[in-house]
T-cell receptor
């Protein structure tokens, strides 16, 4: 069963715009990890945010976590065509067992 | 390349045949995971090793599936008597609890098509 749900399911934006996607989950977590997946490829790790953290940045990425609402968001600023991919949030509930949502498909057009 | 390595990347097999996938984790990662992903879905957990011990198996892992990690390094995932429903991408991942809060790194996956 999948714990997380990403919203929206699909997002289409133009280069230079910001992309925001949200993730909701159901149970307590140790951490939450965001991944990117290009079509037919493996998952690339983007950011890990611990349960006691509220915000993290990495380059053009910003992740927030609200454990009271059981939700997280990923913001990609100044998007590029190369950001076109599916983005997944994954909750780590114990010893690294991840539970994924169905992902958000992001298309960035030049 | 010191990432998670999987082999083969693609496998087409006839229904009823056995297939085996291999995973080489990142060096010194003591935790190794197998996941399965079907089109349009997120990955689903199959099983987890800490060193050579298999500590948890998902209900998704029927008795036709077996995973091993004999020396606590590489792992194999074998599917016996494959069925069309086994067609998916099989992802291996590894981690170390000492690495940035247990960041989990995935390989490129092994695509299985059962015809």
């Amino acid at each position: 069963s999948q714990q997380g749900e990403e919203d929206p399911q699909a997002l289409s934006i133009q280069e230079g715009e910001n992309a925001t996607m949200n993730c909701s989950y159901k149970t307590s977590i140790n951490n939450l990890q965001w991944y990117r997946q290009n079509s037919g490829r493996g998952l690339v790790h983007l950011i890990l945010i611990r349960s006691n953290e509220r915000e993290k940045h990495s380059g053009r990425l910003r992740v927030t976590l609200d454990t009271s609402k059981k939700s997280s968001s990923l913001l990609i600023t100044a998007s590029r065509a190369a950001d076109t991919a599916s983005y997944f949030c994954a909750t780590d509930v114990s010893w690294g067992k991840l539970q994924f949502g169905a992902g958000t498909q992001v298309v960035v057009t030049p | 390349d010191t990432g998670v390595s999987q082999d083969p990347r693609h496998k087409i097999t006839k229904r009823g045949q056995n297939v085996t996938f291999r995973c080489d984790p990142i060096s010194e990662h003591n935790r190794l995971y197998w996941y399965r992903q079907t089109l349009g879905q997120g990955p689903e957990f199959l099983t987890y090793f800490q060193n050579e011990a298999q500590l948890e198996k998902s209900r998704l892992l029927s008795d036709r599936f077996s995973a091993e990690r004999p020396k606590g390094s590489f792992s194999t995932l074998e599917i016996q008597r494959t069925e069309q429903g086994d067609s998916a991408m099989y992802l291996c991942a590894s981690s170390s609890p000492r690495d940035s809060g247990n960041t989990i790194y995935f390989g490129e996956g092994s695509w299985l098509t059962v015809v």
